[in-house]
């Protein structure tokens, strides 16, 4: 990492010179087209582009954004920034000729006398992977880290890295003799892939917005990776590829309350909290190899004091922990997918789900591990009210009970798990999706009706009937949100939102009266201005909100850069709306820094003060300390109940009550001889 950090150091020392931060590939491939590099102007400052005649500029010349086409040549590219207050950048860029895929074999890579370029086709956000040189003469090669636009992120003898987003990345090999390279931790399972459709859905339009607050940066290269709200706390989870630990962090009032601090190389990606239980996260932990990296999870209380601590996993194949969540007498469900087999069990084929019952004390239990011959993954996992799992995940084969063979590249499977039985063993399976490449990314549950919410990315259309509705266009990746009926496991509606290039969806959260998503592209939504150019050298950030009958009632747009920034997750907390990002490749900073920004939501923030159910009001709503209660009929007992279903008031005089001590949150007014249907009201 000091050779990382020493690099930029003397790459962007004429930037800083001239004022002009500069943004762009330190190493290219030959015949590569849509590259792209920038610059990040003074007020009152352009530009102009120049390139040596080994490449084209693609557009325009006097944009701070340009664009490039390279042909066949050994030589470097000269690409060069002239400025209107007289600076100038110019970069000579290496064009690398290409080796072979890097990827985890009992057969080493052959190394050249030379310099090579490598690709890792795909990785996981958090997958450790390490690259050795060995059986040189002579000097020690450099190896050199590279993402997929060709910008350095590490460099050294050897490497040993945790990617911090998933996808295609490259390593390049600097070698003064023959050799050969160990790969670890390198899996050989390819990108999801699928038809694209060609029908064209009507896309609705998109409202610009800002954000309100920015709560924290950090800038020392983190990854962000999932947030939730558990009382009048926001939790964060992030990983820093410096310190090589997890930061999980709790802000009250937008102020640091606590942070954990994990072991080294202790990676959580997904995090879940409940107001008796505390915490939990579940990731990865250990080395590279196949019989060293484990499954982690990690349980901390309230304060973020930890209380246990667990690692599990197979011994003959790489483990993901990614769903985890508390059972009702606080022990755990962790879930995931693996390539090798848990004990008791053989693997179908290729990669398998599993689902791990752990003690209170943080003990293993049982396993359930389960699959077809093909990938099968999930990506998350909820604890149902009957005490019952439930897993959402992506399969290339079939795991549903309804179907004898999968409709499309990827389908998507929502599993019902009995964990409390030895073995733990599978309710109800049911496998759906689009004829094309359907992807799981996020889940939660509506406490007040018990049914599901789901998003992810597909690049078809499901069709549509009176309830399935879709806008949008399936021509590139589209995200789309679902209802789930929890008895059917039908859809009750499914929304597909998209322009026509691509975006990914990563978090849903849901308010008091809102399902919301957040995700990126790089098209052009109607209404926004977009500042992609139609191309992945920038995305820009996009929420969606429906109310819980699936109407759209709020689209919108922000954080409009020339850079790329990921959406990683969404939470609601009150009024306000908790964003959750990692901006890559901004000039001047390391390749990734998170932020935890704040918006408010505008759901809530025109939310009626008044809310009816048949003849009874109840107000205020959003209420701050007494619940009213008008056009009562006879002596009714009233149950006040929080997210979780627990009682925080029975009683007949619920208005004489003073709830100011209730954290803020989402509760449930019933009666408690069913006289009027529920009440939703939010405690400020």
């Not at 964003?579 to 820094?593: A, C, F, N, Q, S």
């Amino acid at each position: 990492m000091k050779k990382y950090l020493l690099i930029l150091s003397l790459s962007f020392s004429h930037i800083i010179q001239s004022q002009t931060l500069y943004n762009g590939p330190d190493y290219l491939l030959p015949n590569s087209s849509e590259n792209y590099a920038s610059v990040l102007l003074p007020n009152g400052v352009n530009v102009n582009w120049s390139i040596s005649t080994n490449a084209t500029i693609q557009g325009s010349t006097t944009n701070p954004l340009v664009f490039f086409d390279l042909t066949i040549s050994p030589s470097p590219v000269v690409l060069t920034a002239t400025m209107t207050d007289g600076t100038s950048i110019v970069k000579s860029i290496p064009i690398v000729q290409s080796g072979p895929t890097l990827v985890e074999s009992t057969t080493p890579i052959t190394m050249v006398n030379g310099i090579r370029q490598h690709q890792i086709s795909q990785l996981l956000r958090g997958q450790r992977v390490k690259v050795t040189p060995t059986n040189f003469t002579g000097a020690n090669p450099t190896l050199t880290l590279l993402s997929s636009q060709g910008r350095i992120i590490q460099q050294g003898n050897s490497l040993d890295f945790r990617s911090p987003t998933r996808g295609l990345f490259y390593v390049v090999v600097n070698s003064t003799s023959t050799g050969d390279l160990i790969v670890e931790g390198i899996s050989p399972n390819s990108v999801p892939t699928g038809a694209i459709s060609a029908s064209a859905l009507t896309q609705p339009n998109c409202t610009i917005a800002n954000l309100t607050t920015q709560i924290e940066s950090n800038l020392n290269y983190t990854g962000s990776e999932y947030m939730i709200t558990l009382g009048n706390k926001i939790i964060t989870c992030v990983y820093d590829f410096v310190l090589n630990k997890t930061k999980i962090t709790a802000y009250e009032n937008d102020l640091v309350s606590w942070t954990w601090l994990s072991n080294d190389n202790e990676y959580i990606r997904t995090i879940s909290g409940d107001s008796t239980y505390g915490i939990v996260g579940i990731g990865s932990s250990g080395g590279a190899l196949k019989n060293e990296d484990n499954i982690l999870v990690v349980k901390l209380n309230e304060n973020g004091v930890l209380q246990t601590s667990t690692n599990f996993g197979t011994t003959n194949g790489k483990d993901f922990g990614y769903g985890i969540s508390f059972l009702n007498d606080g022990s755990l469900v962790a879930t995931g997918f693996t390539e090798g087999s848990f004990s008791g069990f053989t693997n179908a084929g290729n990669l398998d789900a599993f689902a791990t019952h752990i003690s209170t004390s943080g003990a293993v239990i049982n396993t359930l591990q389960f699959g077809s011959i093909e990938n099968d993954r999930i990506w998350s996992s909820r604890t149902l009210p009957n005490g019952n799992v439930l897993l959402f995940g992506d399969s290339e084969g079939v795991v549903g009970s309804n179907f004898t063979t999968n409709l499309g590249a990827y389908d998507l499977f929502l599993t019902e798990i009995q964990v409390l039985s030895n073995p733990i063993s599978i309710q109800n399976s049911k496998q759906f999706g689009t004829a094309e490449n359907d992807l799981a990314f996020d889940m939660a549950i509506e406490p007040l009706s018990g049914d599901f919410f789901i998003t992810g990315q597909t690049t078809g259309e499901f069709l549509p009937n009176s309830n399935m509705i879709t806008n949008g266009d399936p021509q590139r990746t589209q995200v789309y949100t679902a209802r789930i009926n929890k008895t059917t496991l039908n859809f009750v509606w499914v929304r597909q939102l998209g322009p026509n290039e691509g975006q990914s969806a990563e978090s849903l959260a849901l308010s008091s009266n809102a399902v919301g998503t957040i995700f990126y592209t790089f098209g052009n939504i109607n209404g926004a201005n977009n500042n992609s150019l139609g191309t992945p050298a920038s995305d820009d950030m996009v929420i969606s909100l429906f109310d819980f009958d699936g109407n759209l009632t709020h689209l919108y747009q922000f954080d409009q850069t020339l850079e790329r920034i990921f959406a990683r997750a969404i939470t609601f907390k009150a009024t306000d709306i908790y964003v959750l990002r990692d901006h890559v490749y901004e000039p001047g900073k390391p390749y990734i820094t998170a932020t935890l920004d704040k918006l408010t939501n505008p759901v809530l923030g025109i939310e009626n003060s008044i809310y009816t159910s048949e003849k009874i009001v109840v107000y205020p709503n959003p209420f701050s300390n007494n619940i009213n209660i008008m056009n009562l009929i006879g002596d009714e007992t009233f149950i006040l109940s929080n997210s979780l279903g627990e009682i925080i008031f029975k009683g007949k005089n619920i208005s004489e009550q003073n709830f100011s001590n209730l954290p803020t949150g989402m509760y449930y007014l019933s009666s408690a001889n069913q006289k009027f249907k529920t009440v939703k009201v939010l405690k400020k």
